[in-house]
């Protein structure tokens, strides 16, 4: 089985252009999430989706959003990039919300450069 | 808010050794999950090990094992007979449970191994 898959796996952008980052959860996964990771923050929850809907929202400015379409691949999308938005961007997958029964397994991230 | 602590930025350890990672959490929830994440040089985040709060017995995954205190809010992981593939950064992460899996990381061990 093919595991989550990220593209594009880098990215470089300028100040002020916008990003978006696209993720391919494991076939029959529905549950998808988001990360950053930066050297200073460390890795931050950026959203969570399940079924089309955003479940959960980290503590990000509203530049950042995301979606998630009906084959459960998702988007993040960044507005108006500023420095500090670079980072790596992990994406991660199960089969539904809740680590109860279902284990959460990561892609190989988005390395995104903002110059 | 739940707050996930490693106090150990690097470790090292020789080869066939035994390791101990360090990992303090601080939550007020009675039901939760706790992991611990490996990172190599690649990386693509990989589970190690999980542990639901409700459960007594430590978590053990072959090599790997968790000295799980509940009341100390403490969960430390150890790694028997150390092998060269286990460099890498290992991250405790916390979820508070229920239908979310949003997980709150801790700032990383980087492990080497020495032959």
């Known amino acids: 089985k093919a595991g989550v898959t990220q593209t594009p796996r880098y990215l470089i952008k300028t100040r002020g252009q916008q990003v978006t980052l696209s993720c391919s959860p494991i076939s029959g996964h529905r549950s998808v999430s988001w990360y950053q990771q930066t050297p200073g923050q460390g890795l931050q929850f950026l959203f969570e989706?399940?079924?089309?809907?955003?479940?959960n929202k980290g503590n990000f400015p509203g530049r950042f959003s995301g979606r998630q379409f009906s084959n459960s691949r998702s988007e993040m999308n960044v507005s108006t990039l500023e420095l500090g938005d670079s980072a790596l961007y992990l994406c991660a997958s199960s089969l539904r919300p809740g680590p109860g029964t279902d284990t959460q397994y990561f892609g190989p991230g988005t390395r995104l450069t903002v110059l | 808010a739940q707050t996930v602590t490693q106090s150990q930025p690097e470790m090292s350890v020789q080869e066939a050794e035994t390791v101990t990672l360090s990992c303090t959490y601080d939550?007020?929830?009675?039901?939760?999950?706790l992991f611990w994440y490996k990172q190599p040089p690649s990386r693509q985040m990989i589970l190690v090990i999980r542990?639901?709060?409700?459960?007594?017995q430590n978590a053990t995954e072959n090599r790997f094992s968790v000295n799980f205190q509940k009341a100390a809010k403490s969960f430390s992981l150890k790694i028997s007979d150390s092998q060269l593939g286990d460099a890498a950064m290992y991250f405790c992460?916390?979820?508070?449970?229920?239908?979310?899996?949003?997980?709150?990381f801790g700032t990383g061990t980087l492990l080497a191994v020495q032959p």
């Open positions: 989706y399940f079924s089309e809907t955003q479940r």
């Open positions: 542990q639901e709060a409700y459960k007594q």
């Open positions: 992460a916390y979820n508070r449970g229920g239908a979310t899996n949003k997980l709150i």
């Open positions: 939550t007020s929830e009675s039901d939760y999950y």
